[in-house]
C-alpha cells in the first residue's frame, strides 16, 4: 500500500478504535495488544488506557568508582533487580529514581504511536513517570519506566496499582510487507537497562577520532598500564 | 521442605525446572504410603510389587540382606516412574521435553546407556517408553507426534526400543530378572498415576484447542495472556500455555528470529537470548493467566455479596 494520496486518520486513538484494534487477530500489522486488562470497561476513558505498575524494579546501585560512564561494560552494573510480589510495597526515598515497568504487555499497531502519561492521582503524590515516554510503532514489550519520587518524602510504590494512562496516536504510515522489526527493546517483560556500547564507537560514526575515557586498570611490575578487560 | 537439585546451568531456565513436577510426584508417593486408608490403586501396586518380586526374583535371591536390597531397588523404580507418571499427566510434553533436555546435558541419552537401569533409576528408554504411552492414553501424543522435533523422534523411537534391551548390571554382572520383574508392575503404575490426577482430563484437549492462537502470539512476540478472556471461559490454560511454547521453542524459534532485523538462527548466543525471551513470555502469561484467574473471582466475590 503506497497510494500517498490516501487520507490517513491523524490525532489521538478514541475509546472505539482501541477497541476495534485489540479485536484484531495478533498477526494483523493494524493489531493492538494490551494484556492483561482487569475490567475493562474502568481500565478505559475516551482517549486512554490505564497501565498498572509490574512487579519487578531496577534500583540504582552505588557503584566502586566515583562516577557512572554509560559504556558496554559499565551498563549493566549500575543496578539491582528487585521482585516486589504483588500485595507488597517498594519504598522510593525522597529524590530517587527507580526503573519500573508496566504490568502489562503491550504490542502497538504498526501504524501508531503511543504515549505514557503518569496518571493525575499518582502525580499529585509528586510520583513522576519521567523523561522517556514515547513509545515507537511495533513496539511489544511491558514498558519500561523511569519512576521518580520528587517529594521530600519516602514514598510507597504498590505493584499491581495503576501508574499511567497510554495514549495513542496515528503514524501516516504506509504498509511495508515482511519489514524486519527491530530487535532492540523488543519483548521485555521487566524493566531493562539501557545496551550502551562504549562511546567511542558511538563518536567514530560522526567522525570523531579521538575520545577521552576513564578505563579501569592496573599499573603493572614494570610501571606500564594495564588495562582491565 | 522438597529439596530440588538442577544443575547450576540451569537454574534460571523455566523449561528445565517444569522437572520440579517430578519431584513433588515424590512427596505424592510418600504420603500416598503414609495414610492408614489407603488408596486401593496404591494397595494393588503393592501387592504387584510383592509378586513381581516373588514370581521373578525371590528364587535367584535368598538371602535377608539381598531379598530386602532387591525389593529397594524395585521400590526405587517404581516410584521414579510413578513420579514421571505424575508428571506428565499435570504438565502434557514438556515434562518429557524437559527431561530429555535434562538426561541429554549429563549424558544419559547416549544409545550405548539409554537401556541402563541403576539401583535408584530405570532406563531413560524405558521413563520415556512409559511417558509417551501415558501421553497417547491421555490424548496429548496426537497433538505433538507431528512435530518436526529431534525430541519427538527420540521419543518414537524409544517407544518401539526392544525390551531385551533394557539391562540392570549390579556388581559387573546383568540380572535380567529384575527388569522382567519391574516390566510385570508397570501398568499398575499407570493406573496409581491416572488414580490421583484426574483433575488433568481435558487439558489435552484445550491444547489441541489453543496451541495454534499461542503459537501465533509467539510467532509476533506477544505474551499468550492476551487470548485471557476476563471471564476465563474460553482462556487457554497455562499447561496448554507451557506446552504450547515448548513446542515452539523446539520447532518454530528460527522463525521468529527471522522476522528481526539482524537476528540469525545459527547464532548461538543469539539464539539463547530468544530462546530466553520465549521463556519469559510463557512465565508471564502464567502469571497473567492466575492473576485474571484471581481478578474474575474476586468480582464475582464482590457481586454476590452485595
Known amino acids: 500500500m503506497t497510494n500517498k494520496d490516501e487520507t490517513r486518520p491523524c490525532g489521538v486513538f478514541a475509546r472505539e478504535e482501541i477497541l476495534y484494534r485489540m479485536a484484531l487477530p495478533v498477526s494483523d500489522v493494524r493489531s493492538l495488544v494490551i494484556t492483561p486488562l482487569f ?7 475516551a482517549d486512554s488506557v490505564d497501565l498498572r505498575l509490574g512487579a519487578y524494579f531496577l534500583l540504582p546501585r552505588s557503584l566502586p568508582e566515583a562516577y557512572f560512564s554509560p559504556d558496554q561494560r559499565t551498563a549493566t552494573s549500575q543496578h539491582v533487580k528487585v521482585h516486589v510480589p504483588l500485595g507488597q510495597y517498594l519504598v522510593v526515598p525522597a529524590h530517587q529514581t527507580v526503573l519500573g515497568s508496566t504490568l502489562e504487555f503491550i504490542k502497538l499497531p504498526y501504524d501508531a504511536s503511543g504515549e505514557i502519561l503518569t496518571t493525575s492521582s499518582v502525580a499529585r503524590t509528586f510520583i513522576v513517570v519521567e523523561t522517556a515516554p514515547w513509545i515507537h510503532p511495533e513496539y511489544r514489550g511491558c514498558l519500561t519506566l523511569e519512576i521518580a519520587n520528587v517529594s521530600n518524602t519516602p514514598v510507597l510504590l504498590y505493584p499491581g ?38 562511546p567511542e564507537e558511538d563518536l567514530r560514526k560522526i567522525g570523531v577520532r ?20 | 521442605m522438597v529439596f530440588v537439585e538442577v544443575p547450576y546451568s540451569q537454574g534460571p531456565s523455566f523449561f528445565a525446572n517444569l522437572m520440579i513436577y517430578h519431584e513433588l510426584g515424590h512427596y505424592v508417593f510418600e504420603k500416598l504410603g503414609d495414610t492408614d486408608d489407603r488408596r486401593p490403586a496404591f494397595t494393588s501396586l503393592v501387592a ?50 524437559a527431561l530429555i533436555d535434562f538426561l541429554s546435558l549429563i549424558n544419559l541419552m547416549g544409545e550405548d546407556i539409554e537401556g541402563k537401569f541403576d539401583e535408584e533409576h530405570p532406563a531413560p528408554a524405558l521413563r520415556l517408553r512409559e511417558q509417551q504411552r501415558c501421553l497417547q492414553k491421555s490424548g496429548w501424543w496426537a497433538s505433538v507426534e507431528g512435530l518436526p522435533s529431534g525430541h519427538v523422534s527420540l521419543m518414537k523411537r524409544l517407544a518401539g526400543k526392544a525390551e531385551p534391551e533394557y539391562f540392570f548390571e549390579f556388581q559387573e554382572k546383568v540380572i535380567p530378572a529384575f527388569t522382567g520383574a519391574f516390566l510385570t508392575i508397570l501398568p499398575l503404575i499407570h493406573e496409581l498415576a491416572a488414580d490421583v490426577t484426574p483433575h488433568s482430563e481435558g487439558a489435552a484437549a484445550d491444547f489441541a484447542q489453543q496451541a495454534g492462537k499461542i503459537d501465533e502470539c509467539l510467532l509476533h512476540g506477544v505474551v ?17 500455555m507451557i506446552n504450547a511454547a515448548y513446542c515452539f521453542h523446539l520447532t518454530n524459534l528460527p522463525k521468529l528470529m527471522d522476522r528481526l532485523d539482524g537476528q540469525r538462527a545459527d547464532d548461538l548466543r543469539q539464539r539463547m537470548k530468544w530462546a530466553e525471551k520465549l521463556e519469559a513470555w510463557t512465565v508471564k502469561g502464567v502469571e497473567d493467566s492466575q492473576l485474571l484467574a484471581a481478578s474474575a473471582k474476586s468480582r464475582t466475590h464482590d457481586k454476590s455479596t452485595l
Open chain 1, 39 to 45: 475490567d475493562r470497561d474502568k481500565a478505559m476513558d
Open chain 2, 48 to 97: 504387584a510389587m510383592d509378586r513381581a518380586f516373588g514370581e521373578n526374583l525371590s528364587d535367584t535371591i535368598k538371602t535377608p540382606g539381598n531379598r530386602a536390597w532387591a525389593k529397594r531397588v524395585l521400590e526405587a523404580w517404581t516410584t521414579e516412574v510413578f513420579c514421571d507418571l505424575f508428571a506428565v499427566r499435570n504438565l502434557g510434553p514438556a515434562f518429557s521435553f
Open chain 1, 210 to 229: 579521538r575520545t577521552a575515557v576513564i578505563r579501569k586498570g592496573i599499573v603493572n611490575e614494570e610501571g606500564r598500564f594495564e588495562a582491565e578487560r
Open chain 1, 161 to 198: 496499582r495503576p501508574i499511567g494512562q497510554l495514549i495513542l496516536l496515528h503514524v501516516a504510515r504506509a504498509l511495508e510487507p515482511n519489514r524486519k522489526i527491530d530487535s532492540t527493546y523488543f519483548g521485555p517483560i521487566q524493566p531493562e537497562a539501557p545496551p550502551f556500547k562504549n
Open chain 2, 224 to 240: 499468550p495472556s492476551s487470548l485471557l478472556a476476563e471471564d476465563n471461559a474460553s482462556s487457554p490454560t497455562p499447561v496448554s
